[in-house]
């Protein structure tokens, strides 16, 4: 097999569609917000106004940042630049555990006041409150999952670039992967307000 | 005819790159202040349609939409439109709800 088929527009064209899947499963959840922000007006107010606005600010820069970083990196590759490319994926993949790391903090002081799903303390909240939490969970749990799995996608990238399976020629993956941790960082531009700025 | 690109594939500049980190860093800011302030309803807004802006430089530049093939950008914006209808539908069940 020295002489395989690459077909760039239809990979392109294949990790978009995937992405379409994505972005209607957090659409389903911003809907399920957003009717939920009409019933409970107050009560989301009180519940974003216990949440860290200064971690979650730090988070938007970080996955800012880190989006930058892997738009560069493509371009790196795409110049040539395999080295700029590796560090820049590396960086971005820094960005991700700078993430989790304010995230896990983040939770752990909400366990810490006795906020988790369905835990004692919540469920003596209002109503509308214990639904702002259990969406707060539900979100960005899975949103911090994406960030996970994005690491782990990017990591493979760099093993990738080493072994030039990643080149100059050839580079479609690192694309799909940067589209893929794109898709994470458009997801929290639209979290972050939502949750920890409202209303 | 396969070994190459049939057209020449557009590079995102770093320049390009990090004016669009520039301005993304600069909304984020007028986000969280617009936030502090209370305009009521007008938060909402505000906040969406910054997000909206945000949203779209990163398709845009970062994702590369802007310098796609007109299919690929006609598909990408079925997606949303579609995800704009079943939001849009919600709510007019929603706010003409009885009770």
Not at chain 1, 137 to 159: E, K, N, Y
Not at chain 1, 166 to 193: C, M, R, S, T
Request: proline share 1%.
């Amino acid at each position: 097999m020295s002489n395989t088929h690459k077909d760039y527009a239809g990979a392109k064209l294949g990790m978009w569609l995937f992405l379409f899947t994505e972005v209607l499963l957090f659409g389903g959840m911003f809907v399920l917000y957003a009717a939920y922000l009409h019933e409970y007006r107050a009560d989301f107010h009180v519940g974003g106004k216990q949440l860290d606005v200064v971690i979650g600010t730090l988070n938007t820069v970080v996955l800012l940042f880190s989006s930058f970083a892997i738009a560069a990196a493509i371009t790196f590759i795409q110049q040539g630049k395999k080295k700029l490319a590796v560090n820049f994926t590396y960086l971005t993949i820094a960005c991700a555990g700078i993430f989790v790391i304010n995230k896990t903090i983040e939770w752990r002081a909400k366990f810490h006041h006795g906020i988790w799903p369905d835990s004692p303390h919540l469920r003596e909240m209002s109503h509308g409150e214990n639904i702002f939490f259990g969406l707060y969970f539900l979100m960005t749990g899975l949103h911090a999952v994406h960030v996970i799995i994005g690491a782990i996608l990017l990591s493979v990238m760099v093993w990738f670039m080493k072994k030039d399976v990643i080149n100059q020629q050839d580079f479609v993956k690192l694309e799909n992967a940067g589209l893929y941790w794109h898709i994470v960082d458009l997801i929290w531009i639209f979290l972050f307000p939502l949750f920890y700025l409202v209303l | 005819m396969s070994e190459n690109h049939e057209h020449k594939h557009h590079i995102l500049s770093i320049k390009t790159a990090g004016i669009i980190l520039g301005l993304l860093l600069m909304l984020t800011a007028i986000t969280v202040a617009v936030s502090r302030i209370d305009l009521g309803f007008m938060n909402v807004a505000a906040a969406l349609a910054l997000a909206t802006t945000k949203a779209l430089l990163v398709i845009m530049f970062f994702m590369h939409m802007k310098y796609e093939s007109r299919f690929m950008q006609g598909i990408v914006f079925l997606c949303f439109l579609i995800l704009a209808i079943f939001i849009g539908m919600t709510f007019f069940d929603l706010a003409y709800r009885g009770g």
